[in-house]
Structure formats: C-alpha cells, structure tokens
C-alpha cells in the first residue's frame, strides 16, 4: 500500500503547472516594473533636457541683453551730447532687470496688456519656468590679488614692506589682503550673532589665519614669509593635501583650501571674484574702502565727498552720480584737494597694475539661468565680461625716439617734457569701447 502510494505521480502535474505560472507571474511583474522604470527615467530625461533647453535660452537672453547695452554704451560714448542726458546707471539698471516666465500678469492689466503678453506666450517655444538674473560684479575681493608681484628682474619682492608711518599708502596687493580681512571679520561677526550653533562649531577661527591661507594657495611656495605660514603648511600636511600655488580659475577651488570650513565658503563665496577684471565701482565706494584709495584723506573731506556724491536730504542737495572716472578725479583733486592730480594718475597706474580699474559700471557680470519643467530643474551659472577694446598706441612725433624702452617722458634732449598743448592730441578724451561679450565660466547645476 505503502509502495503504490509513493509511485502515484498523478499530482505532479499539477504542482509543475502552479510552479510554472507563480515564475511567470514573477518575471511579467519584474518584466512591467523594469518596463515602468525605464519609462520614467525616458520622461525624466526628457523632462531634464527641456529644462536644460530653456535654461540655455536664459543664457542666451542673457547675452543678447549684454549685446544691446554694448550696442548703446558704445553710441552714447561717441555721442557726447547724448552722453550728459543718460546716466550709466539708467542703462545699467535695464541690464540688470530680472526676467521671469512666465510672466506674471498684474491684477490691474488692460485688455491690450493681456492680448499682447497671450500673443507672447503663443508664439515662444519655452516650456516650463525661466528665471533669469543678471547683476555686476563690482569691489575689488579677488584673492588672485594677493598674489606677490614679481618685477622684471624676477626677483620676488618682499611682501612684508617696511612701512615707516600709517599713512604710507599700501600696494593694491596689501589693500586687497586688508579688505578681505575686514570683509571675514564681519561676515563671521554677523553670523556668531544670528546664530549660537555657528559660535559653538568655530570657536577659534580667526580670520587672518584664512586670509593668509588664500595668500599662500595663490602664490609660488615658500614666496610669502609671513608668521601663519608654518602653520598652514603643517596643516596641509596633516590632511595630505597640495596647495595648488598658482592663481585660482573658479570660486570651487574655495572648497579644496585645507583650514577654510565649507559654512565659511558658503557664507562669503558671493562677495568675491577669481577673474581677471576687477572694478572699483565708483558709485558703490563705502567709507572704508575710499580711506584705503587714499590714506590721508580727512574725515572732513570724506563727510563732503559722499555728500557730494550720494546727496544730502537735510541741505536739499540731490546724488550726483559719477558718469565718467574725470569726474570722479575732479572731486576729489580740484574740489576736495585729497590729492594732487599726478599722485592721482600714480595712484591709478598702481591699481591697474593689479587689474583693478576705477570705473562708474562694472563690466564683468554674473548670470544666472534656472529652468524648471516638471519635476526637473536645471541651473546654468555663467561670469561674462564685457572687454574693453584696447586703445591704440600714440604715434610718436617727429624727433622723438621710437625706442618702447626709451624713458617716454623726457625729449630728446633729455630735459623734462614741456606743457602739453591744450588743443593738442593729449588732452582728447579717450573714448572707451565696450567688445562683444564673452563668457569666462560656465557651471551646470
């Protein structure tokens, strides 16, 4: 009984089919989940690729704007009529208006408004949000500025000055280092008072430790002698990490500086610049940073020059921003008597030795573009420069030496150079022109 019962097989069939059916029913779930996530990585992809799209399209608006306030600079520069009647910062505030879509329609619009803004959204091919945000760089917090100069001779210069008095005025290495101290002290003041756990976390960071630190990446090794660097080197070490001593491309190499914390980077990576053109925008100078221009300048003489400058409601006098940098000279040589008009020019070489420009508009601006569409958001950050065409070299005149070497203020006959001519080729007013944009960092986020 036993034995027969054992040799019945008639079940078996049955438990195959079952088993058959549970591992296809298993593969076709698997087969319709792969199937459906797939599909959704296709629409996300999809969706992405759109917002990168439009993204690039606010880049490109971004550029064309640029283009057109090229287009009317360059106008207003050899149009000097036109030149008194519009102020830089009129056009510059057109440049830097934000752009939204969709475009938001006001409560109170009229039927012409709403026709004209429907005819827009039907006839433009963006899909999705666009946001688009234009401002200027200006000041001059480059930490490519704390890079030691080097004269023709090659030899490095010693960056520890003796400095005889206070008033000694500084190099635009030293201002730079001096601004972006000032700058951390009172970010990190500000954000110990607004926020405890930020105190708990950095009890003993101390600014002039991180802006020696930028000094050394920036320079060659063992160029900068001063007292921190023993310590930053160890730190460096201890981590297992190379400064990179040489000036930085990106504001993203702010991250590999071995003693800066990330919360320190994020809090002032916006205030700073690592390109080339640098701008002190003269209708943005603060107190601190014109005594840092001119050392001796008086508290009198600073009191009239922002009073002159940004106006003065109590007297009933109106801002008078500056329009040219021959404005911003007369101020403060004829009118103020902070300094003589050569100190003036001396002063001027001396910063654009550093690649920082006076000028009444920056000409390097941050764009950014951010897109949404769907669930998928793209962000482009772009820096563009707007290039100033270089001015041609002054023909030399007959009998003088055409030597590039020859000391170019001296005749001849090696007396000093006479008067120049107020009618002559000297006193022509230089007209500056803007080229066409150009984009000097590009970052997908």
Known sequence: MIKKTVQNERGMAMLMVISS???LTFLATDFAFETNLNKLKSYNAQDRLQARFSAEAGLHFALAKMRIYQEVKNKLEKNSSAKSLIKPSQIEQVLTQPFIYPIPLPAKASNIQKSALKEFEEGTVLKGNLSVTL???????????????VPENGEQENPDRDQDSDDKEKSPMEITEQKLLEMLEEEIRLKREQDNLFDKLYPTLQPRVLVKELKYYVNAPNAVTDAEMPEIQAIYNEKGLIAKHAPMSSL?????????????????KDRLTVHEVGYISLNDL????????????????????????????????DP???????????????????????????????????????GVAGKLYYVESQARYNTSTVTIKAYIDLPVKPQPKPTPKPGQPQNPDANPDANP????????????EENKELKVELMAPRIIEFKVE
């Not at 760089?137 to 030691?148: K, V």
């Not at 000279?329 to 902070?338: A, D, M, S, Y």
């Not at 006959?413 to 002559?424: A, I, L, R, T, V």
Request: hydrophobic content about 35%; aromatic content about 10%.
């Open 286 to 317: 603060t107190e601190n940073t014109l005594r840092l221009i001119f050392p001796n300048i008086t508290p009198e003489q600073s009191e009239e020059f922002f009073r002159y400058r940004d106006g003065d409601a109590e007297l009933g006098e």
């Open 413 to 424: 006959d090696g007396n000093p150079p006479s008067s120049p001519d107020p009618k002559g």
């Open 252 to 268: 993203d190499e702010l991250y590999t500086l071995a003693g800066w914390p990330e919360d320190i980077i994020n809090l002032v």
């Open 320 to 358: 008078k921003p500056f329009k040219t940098v021959d404005e911003f000279k007369n101020l403060v040589v004829e009118r103020l008597g902070i300094v003589s008009s050569s100190d003036f020019d001396e002063r001027q070489k001396e910063f654009e030795s550093a690649n920082l420009r006076f």
């Open 21 to 23: 059916i549970a591992i």
């Open 135 to 149: 401002r200027q760089i200006t000041g001059f917090l480059n930490p490519n500025n704390l890079r030691i100069p």
